[in-house]
Structures are given as C-alpha cells and as structure tokens.
C-alpha cells in the first residue's frame, strides 16, 4: 500500500510512469500500426508484419549501440510526415485502441498516488503525438517525450532534437523535481526496463514493473519491489460512467511522430535477416 496523503507542509512528491509494458499492455506506438497503415503513412504491410514478429526479441532488450543505430533509422522514415495528419490518426483511434489495453493495476496505482496528493507523470522514449493523448487519458500531470524537429511545412525534418532514452529521462525526472520543487527521495518512478535504471533509481521508491530479465536481476540485487500487472481493463468497465477528465497533460518533452517503434521494429528485422545471412 501507498503511504499516507502527503503532508503539504514538505516538498511536493510525484511518481513517474513508463508507458509501454508499464501502464499499457502493448508498444503504445505498434497499437496504432494498423491505423497508420490505413492512413498511408505505413504503405508496405509485409515489412510491417516482419517488424511485428520481431518485436519478441525487441522486447527483450536492446542494447545502447542498437537503440542508437534506430535511432538513425526510424528518424530517416519519419521524415516528411505530416505532423497533423499523425496526430488526427491518434485522435481517431485513441479510445478503441488503448482504453481496453490499460492494466488496470496501473490505473489503480495512478488514482491511488493522486489520491496521496502526488502528481503522475508518464516518460516514455515514444513521442507526444502518441504519449500525450494518452497521458490524457490516463489523467496524467505531466508528460516527457522524445521530440524531433517539424519543419515550416509542419513535416518532420528527419532531425531527432530531443530523444528520451535511458540516463536521459533521469536527467528529465532531475529538472522536473527542479522545476516543480519534487523531494525525489520521495517520489516513486515505476518501469519494465533495464534501459530505466537510471530513472529508477533517481528516485527514493523504485519499482520494476513486469521487469525484462535485466531489469529483475537488478531489482532483486538491489531490493527494489516487483510488481506484476497483468489484468488490462478498460476504463469503463473499471469505473462504471468514467469519462476522461479534463486534464491538459503538460508536455515537458514533446513528439517523435507516428512510428517511433514501428520503424525501430523494422529496422530490428531487417537487421536480423542480414546477421542470418
């Protein structure tokens, strides 16, 4: 259980959320692969279907050269999208596709810390087009994304300008707590990944979260608890006449379009094929 609502006398408390795996049973961004096909933004489905039957040995983990090298390709399938064609795909298609993919130990954990007075911000290596409607949903405070650069023409440029991955979304948790006076020996940060450390441990109540096989080795090592969500619910069914609050989720770190992991997926099989071969 939860600690006690904070006493407001002492410095403000926040609990931080990745997304994918954390609060969402899927890739927040392969969710919406089909609705990006639809929409012609994805226009090969075989090499789609590839990066999909890859993503098993994607999740189970990368190592730092890897998320670099798609880093590099993803930005370079990106370039020329439309921001607003993208964001109009999520705004479609967000309630349908990841209303019933939310653990519904996440939705607990997420009322339980606001109940406690704490804010709830989600930070994710997706970009905002995807993570901020769904920190939205969520009822989130805040929300810290990857974000590439948009052209005049409102197109990405291609050009990653801010990419929130791994010791990077500690340093963003670091100039949060700055910004808005967060005693992080406090806060409680929750994640699946080993790549999350750093966040992790920034914070005085780590938790890993349907943790890879890294991450519990690090978890055990360390006494951190693990916590496994396995019950996705949708909100409705959860809380009888829910209706999504008007929460504006701050953006602490805005979009890296559409197909962040759609593309790494892609770049992921097409480099498996060449070591096979």
């Known amino acids: 259980m939860l600690r006690d609502v904070e006493n407001h006398s002492l410095p403000r408390t926040a609990a931080f959320f990745d997304l994918d795996k954390t609060v969402i049973a899927k890739s927040s961004t392969l969710t919406f692969s089909k609705s990006f096909y639809q929409g012609g933004?994805?226009?090969?489905?075989?090499?789609?279907?590839?990066?999909?039957a890859q993503f098993v040995f994607l999740a189970g983990g990368a190592d730092h050269?890897?998320?670099?090298?798609?880093?590099?390709?993803?930005?370079?399938l990106c370039r020329g999208w439309n921001v607003r064609q993208?964001?109009?795909?999520?705004a479609e298609t967000l309630h349908d596709l990841?209303?019933?993919?939310?653990?519904?130990?996440?939705?607990?954990?997420?009322?339980e810390h606001h109940s406690a007075g704490r804010d709830v911000v989600i930070v994710s290596t997706s970009g905002a087009e995807v993570v901020e409607?769904?920190?939205?949903?969520?009822?989130?405070?805040?929300?810290?994304?990857?974000r590439m650069v948009v052209g005049e023409d409102g197109c990405f440029t291609g050009e990653v300008e801010y990419y929130a991955y791994g010791p990077t979304k500690a340093e963003a948790v670091r100039e949060l707590a700055a910004s808005e006076g967060y005693d992080l020996d406090r806060c409680y940060a929750y994640s699946d990944s080993v790549t999350d450390v750093p966040m992790l441990e920034s914070v005085g109540n780590p938790h890993a979260v349907n943790p890879d096989r890294a991450l519990r080795r690090e978890a055990v090592a360390r006494g951190w608890p693990v916590l496994d969500f396995h019950r996705p619910v949708r909100l409705k069914?959860?809380?009888?006449?829910?209706?999504?609050?008007?929460r504006?989720?701050?953006?602490?770190?805005?979009a890296v379009g559409a197909a962040m992991a759609t593309a790494g997926l892609v770049w992921y099989a097409s480099r498996r094929r060449g070591t096979a071969g």
């Not at 050269?65 to 370079?76: F, N």
């Not at 993208?86 to 999520?90: A, D, G, L, M, P």
């Not at 405070?141 to 990857?146: E, I």
């Not at 504006?248 to 805005?254: Q, Y």
């Open 86 to 90: 993208v964001k109009e795909i999520v």
């Open 98 to 111: 990841i209303d019933p993919i939310i653990y519904d130990e996440a939705a607990s954990l997420i009322e």
């Open 133 to 146: 409607p769904i920190g939205e949903l969520l009822g989130a405070d805040r929300v810290v994304a990857t």
């Open 41 to 52: 933004l994805i226009n090969r489905r075989a090499v789609l279907r590839t990066a999909y």
């Open 65 to 76: 050269d890897q998320m670099e090298r798609m880093r590099a390709y993803l930005s370079a």
């Open 237 to 246: 069914q959860r809380l009888p006449g829910f209706s999504v609050p008007p």
């Open 248 to 254: 504006p989720a701050l953006v602490a770190a805005a």
